[in-house]
């Protein structure tokens, strides 16, 4: 199973796309409470109990006050089969779904062309390395060096004792800028 196979732990929303509704500017303080609860756990379950009492209970909120305010936030969800959803974020998950999708199968695409078929688990016992060489680009320029860069600090041995030696003006950057190099 692939480790980023999993739901996407939030959805994106613009205030100006809720707000503008006058469905939402009609709301109490207490059923905008209930909308947002409901969105929340419509994101997470995907669905609600059309029962107030139960969906007072699993939102914790009181059954009686749930039962008011539910007819004013129902412009915002759809209820089938005594389930309550929200087309809008399942709208949006189908989105995110189908990107990751999109961009799983242009990954595979890329490898593939890349590794001429192969995995990587076999790429080493077919002699292939598994590394890209060749021209990278920086900037404008290119270049066929290579893009690793060496410590300037290097610990060398010398009578099994390991020194330090510094390389092109490099200092030792952890260095206590106020020792003075003397015992303690």
């Not at 292939?128 to 290097?154: C, E, H």
């Not at 330090?164 to 303690?184: I, L, N, Q």
Request: net charge neutral.
């Amino acid at each position: 199973m692939n480790k980023q196979n999993r739901p996407a732990p939030a959805y994106q929303e613009y205030a100006a796309q809720i707000m503008s509704r006058w469905e939402y500017r009609a709301l109490t303080l207490d059923q905008r409470g209930l909308l947002y609860s409901m969105r929340l756990e419509c994101w997470v379950n995907r669905t609600l109990p059309e029962s107030p009492d139960l969906l007072g209970r699993i939102l914790g909120f009181d059954p009686r006050e749930v039962a008011a305010a539910l007819p004013f936030v129902m412009p915002f969800f759809a209820c089938e089969d005594g389930k309550i959803s929200c087309p809008e974020l399942d709208s949006y998950r189908k989105h995110l779904e189908n990107v990751r999708t999109r961009q799983s199968d242009a990954a595979k695409a890329t490898n593939a062309q890349r590794w001429g078929g192969k995995t990587r688990a076999n790429a080493g016992n077919q002699g292939i390395v598994a590394k890209r060489v060749g021209k990278r680009s920086v900037g404008d320029r290119s270049s066929d060096r290579s893009l690793v860069q060496y410590s300037p600090v290097q610990p060398s041995q010398e009578g099994g004792e390991v020194t330090t030696t510094y390389v092109d003006g490099w200092s030792d950057f952890t260095a206590d800028p106020d020792d003075d190099g003397g015992e303690v």
